[in-house]
């Protein structure tokens, strides 16, 4: 984590920074416990509510357009803030979701794009040609850093930010630590291209993993290790977004604690962990942060 005297708490020294809003995802409020019903819909907006969450992430990779609108009421019934993540499989196929996304004023759309060439110069196409219908819907858009999508390598994302100096980042860097297989700690050189990851991020994603596992028990000892490098990570996100941010500005936070299998279960089914507990976890980690960085945001320069 960023100390105190550090070059990245200096930076914000005398600045004031904006808010922190910390989401749950509707995916991650799935149980999937064997033989027990789901809680509707309405009930999960509540208990996210209940939970002191400010926003709820509707994801059209768990759910279709018509599902989303058919829960949309729920955001002005709970006075939980909206935030829509896209999965679009063409081109065109954006456009639903960004205009979704107006309907129920989501900030901006998270995009997991299902186009994916093998070629970084045709990637490059399909980015600009998304960034092209947002400039058209007038809504923003963030890429996420995800598997099974544009954004699939670490290696090839970083070629295209140096290629699309528009292209901003929603960080979820679960995804990057199993497709790298990354030792813990890092080395220098993953360490260095994770922070140019954060320093093009304007939202991010909670989830540990590590190099063989996407979302690890928090509470297992074994796992410390693995959430300390992720606690440094969004702590460094978070100051660099502060730090090129206005006073208006709202970081978001998503704590997506996926349902199996990205979460571990043993031989009965059941998960090994309490995730909506682990939320929880989640979220006091992510004030505390925001909290480090007012702080220093407040101190003279």
């Known amino acids: 984590m960023s100390a105190p005297g550090s070059a990245a708490s200096r930076s914000l020294a005398g600045l004031l920074v904006g808010k922190l ?16 019903p789901e809680l509707s819909v309405e009930e999960r907006f509540d208990r996210a509510k209940a939970a002191g969450f400010d926003g709820m992430a509707i994801d059209f990779g768990a759910m279709s357009l018509e599902a989303a609108r058919a829960a949309a009421p729920n955001y002005a019934r709970s006075g939980l ?6 999965f679009p499989r063409t081109i065109e196929d954006l456009r639903p979701a960004l205009r979704f996304a ?19 110069a045709e990637m490059i196409e399909v980015i600009e040609a998304w960034l ?15 598997r099974n999508c544009i954004t699939n390598d670490l290696f090839a994302t970083l070629q295209l930010l140096e290629a699309i100096p528009s292209m901003r980042l929603s960080a979820d860097l679960s995804h990057y630590v199993v497709d790298r ?20 991020a304007d939202s991010f994603q909670g989830r540990v993993a590590a190099r063989g596992q996407i979302q ?19 702590e460094e996100g978070l100051r660099s977004f502060a730090s090129r941010s206005g006073p208006e500005a709202e970081a978001v936070f998503l704590c997506e604690l996926g349902p199996p299998e990205y979460a571990l ?5 059941r998960e090994l962990s309490d995730r909506e507990a682990e939320s929880l976890v989640l979220a006091r980690h992510a004030r505390a942060i925001w909290q480090r960085v007012r702080t220093s945001a407040a101190q003279p320069a």
């Open 265 to 269: 279960t043993g031989a009965d089914g």
């Open 102 to 120: 107006k309907e129920i004023d989501s900030p901006f759309v998270i995009v997991v794009g299902q186009v994916m060439p093998i070629r970084v």
């Open 21 to 36: 809003l910390v989401y749950q995802s509707l995916w991650a409020t799935e149980r999937r416990i064997p033989g027990t």
């Open 216 to 234: 690890l028990p928090l509470a297992f000892p074994q796992n410390r290790k693995w959430l300390e490098i992720f606690l440094g990570w969004w």
């Open 132 to 146: 092209a219908i947002a400039d058209e819907e007038k809504v923003s858009i963030q890429f996420e850093t995800h």
């Open 181 to 200: 297989e990354m030792p813990c700690p890092p080395s220098s050189e993953l360490q260095g291209m994770v922070s140019e990851v954060l320093a093009r």
């Open 81 to 86: 803030r909206s935030l829509v993540i896209a």
